[in-house]
């Protein structure tokens, strides 16, 4: 199935478009075209030829236009959302770090305060030699 030197399909397909494996890498094509990225785009195109080929070109680049602006939609939410996620790790690694911390601050206020226990438990005599 070759396209025509003028652009058209001839008669491969509905509203001269090709059917099968040339309708599949048209799509895929247009889809680059539309910033569609590799990832999506093959499966995209797959599902796509069979269901745009009897339309009017009209039809067929808004399909098109479409379908590409709802992926790049979905890749920017899914973007948002591996942001997100990774803010919630690290925010999540900090408040692990912070509660390290405030478990030796809490350990060295117990020595602090037993200390403090012990020196007035001593006898008065030993308390006033004591060098602050």
Do not use: K
């Amino acid at each position: 199935m070759q396209e025509q030197g003028d652009g058209t399909w001839g008669s491969q397909g509905s509203q001269g478009r090709p059917s099968g494996a040339a309708a599949v890498a048209r799509v895929d094509r247009e889809l680059a075209q539309l910033g569609v990225a590799e990832p999506e785009r093959g499966e995209l195109a797959r599902r796509l030829a069979p269901m745009i080929r009897g339309l009017s070109d009209e039809a067929y680049a808004a399909a098109l236009a479409g379908a590409a602006l709802a992926v790049n939609v979905q890749r920017a939410q899914a973007d948002a959302l591996r942001r997100g996620l990774q803010d919630l790790r690290e925010v999540e690694r900090l408040l692990g770090a912070f509660g390290q911390e405030l478990c030796r601050l809490d350990e060295a206020l117990r020595m602090l305060a037993r200390e403090m226990q012990r020196t007035e438990e001593r006898p008065p005599a030993l308390r006033s030699r004591m060098i602050h």
